[in-house]
């Protein structure tokens, strides 16, 4: 089973500031990893994913996460926000081998808000 | 990627009845699920939907409650039956591409009083 723990409820930061979105997961098995983000009143989009390779993923929107196999995380950041960001960032693990079961385990989720 | 689709966007309905939610997607594909997300929460999974086969329920969930129907690889429906105010939610259906991506669809606000 797997299991995924995003340590932040809710980031402030101000526009042009760096932020990281902390995600850790556990699971007996590989696993695929993936950020989404949902705007307000909208449905998830993808930002980015990790399935083998390089740790170090870029998604849309300037954002990045690298996957930390020792440490079982997959930290979501950006050098610069805009306002725009503002949105509600999720975590999510998936099985590597997905058989007839292939779903996602998602995070609670965090809030980031962007201050001008 | 998939473009989905969702009816209705949102409802308002009574405790006792039931609503079916409908999803299409613009292109063919195997595997559909559907979420549930509580206000303030995360998505839950629903059950997986297959064209050709029963749905997939997972722990919590049971067909009698949330019957699923899945005709064609292009569209399903989730009914939500005899609702209690605990079903106000967003339900989400997605489908995964062969490169294990899942794209979302709107989701469909439901509120029960």
């Known amino acids: 089973a797997q299991s995924v723990t995003q340590l932040d409820s809710q980031v402030p930061v101000f526009e042009e500031a760096p932020v990281e979105l902390r995600c850790n997961y556990s699971?007996?098995?590989?696993?695929?990893l993936f950020w989404y983000v949902q705007y307000p009143n909208q449905g998830l989009q993808l930002l980015l994913k990790?399935?083998?390779?390089?740790?170090l993923v870029k998604g849309i929107n300037g954002f990045e996460a690298e996957f930390n196999k020792s440490q079982t995380s997959f930290h979501l950041r950006k050098p610069s926000v805009h306002i725009s960001d503002t949105a509600e960032y999720f975590c999510?693990?998936?099985?590597?081998?997905?058989?007839?079961?292939?779903?996602?385990?998602f995070g609670k989720g965090t809030k980031l808000s962007v201050k001008p | 990627s998939a473009v989905i689709s969702q009816k209705p966007s949102r409802d308002i309905c009574q405790r006792g009845t039931s609503l079916t939610i409908q999803c299409q997607v613009d292109?063919?594909?195997?595997?559909m699920f559907w979420y549930r997300q509580q206000p303030g929460q995360s998505l839950t999974l629903i059950a997986t939907?297959?064209?050709?086969?029963?749905?997939?329920?997972e722990s919590g969930f049971v067909i009698d409650k949330f019957p699923i129907s899945r005709p064609n690889l292009t569209f399903s429906t989730l009914t939500v039956s005899n609702m209690s105010p605990e079903d106000s939610s967003i339900y989400l259906c997605?489908?995964?591409?062969?490169?294990?991506?899942?794209?979302f669809g709107p989701g469909t606000r439901l509120t029960v009083t």
């Open positions: 990790y399935l083998s390779g390089s740790t």
């Open positions: 997605s489908v995964e591409d062969d490169r294990y991506e899942q794209y």
């Open positions: 292109s063919q594909v195997t595997m």
């Open positions: 699971s007996s098995v590989s696993v695929y």
């Open positions: 939907a297959n064209q050709g086969s029963e749905a997939t329920y």
């Open positions: 999510a693990v998936g099985p590597l081998w997905r058989g007839s079961q292939g779903n996602l385990i």
